[in-house]
């Protein structure tokens, strides 16, 4: 299996190694545009424009790539190749580098994968979850208030109210932005519940701190100290 990966890698070492702009897909259904693409010991290089493309670069990815900061130069970045699914060339021609390996965690086959991604990339773009954040708002102002006295004791509860909420079930309806010809798809299903359910964590913590600021003020001011 290990074999085969690296297989795949040196054909994109081969095909990308250019000047042409290019994308790179992520398992996490990001993607990263670069140029002077190539594969070196476990890490795809990529060149990019950082004033062009800084978007582009989530803080994720930014964390685990290697900068180059002078702005007269391309940028460089690396990341790790078992983060990357495929890399896609200028004229849209993609080169695929993952491989199903159930002894490493890669359950789904390559077709499979790609619906995952599919329901990754879909729920980036389409999934929002504003109920989330003003119940989470609520319950941390409620518990802020009620623990205004010792608010180091609202910190365990914020992270209380925000793991509970991105446990709560996502329903893959159309008028939430799912694709409807692949809602039916298990791999594309898990790929969407994946972006869903770390979204409403990330909501949840915000609103229940904000929240949870907001009641120990007002409980501080009602009740005193």
């Known amino acids: 299996m290990l074999k085969q ?9 081969i095909l990308f190694s250019t000047n042409a702009q290019n994308s790179i897909n992520l398992m ?31 803080k994720h990815e930014q964390k685990h790539a290697k900068v180059n900061e002078d702005h007269h130069e391309p940028s460089h970045g690396q990341i790790e190749i078992y983060r990357v699914f ?19 965690g890669r359950h789904y086959t390559i077709a499979e994968m790609t619906n995952f991604i599919k329901g990754e990339k879909n729920a980036f773009a389409k999934f ?22 010792s608010p180091i004791l609202s910190l365990p509860a914020i992270f209380i109210i925000g793991f509970g909420s991105s446990i ?6 159309a008028k939430k932005g799912a694709n409807t010809d ?3 798809n298990l791999p594309y299903q898990d790929g969407y519940k994946r972006v869903a359910k770390s979204r409403k964590l990330k909501n949840g913590i915000i609103g229940a701190t904000i929240g949870s600021a907001i009641g120990i003020a007002t ?7």
Do not use: C
């Not at 070196?40 to 978007?55: I, L, P, Q, S, T």
């Not at 021609?93 to 002894?103: A, G, K, M, R, S």
């Not at 709560?168 to 309806?173: D, F, G, I, W």
């Open 5 to 13: 990966y690296y297989l795949s890698a040196l054909a994109a070492l």
């Open 28 to 58: 996490s259904g990001k993607s990263i545009e670069g140029n002077n693409i190539s594969i070196h010991k476990g890490y795809v290089h990529y060149d990019y424009d950082k004033n062009a493309h800084e978007e582009k670069h989530t």
């Open 86 to 104: 495929s890399i896609v060339d200028s004229t849209g021609q993609e080169n695929i580098i993952y491989t199903q390996d159930t002894l490493h």
């Open 128 to 149: 929002k979850t504003p109920a989330t954040t003003i119940v989470s708002g609520l319950l941390g102002a409620a518990s802020g208030t009620y623990l205004h006295g």
């Open 168 to 173: 709560m079930p996502t329903m893959l309806k």
């Open 182 to 184: 692949l809602i039916e």
């Open 219 to 225: 409980g501080t001011i009602i009740f005193g100290e």
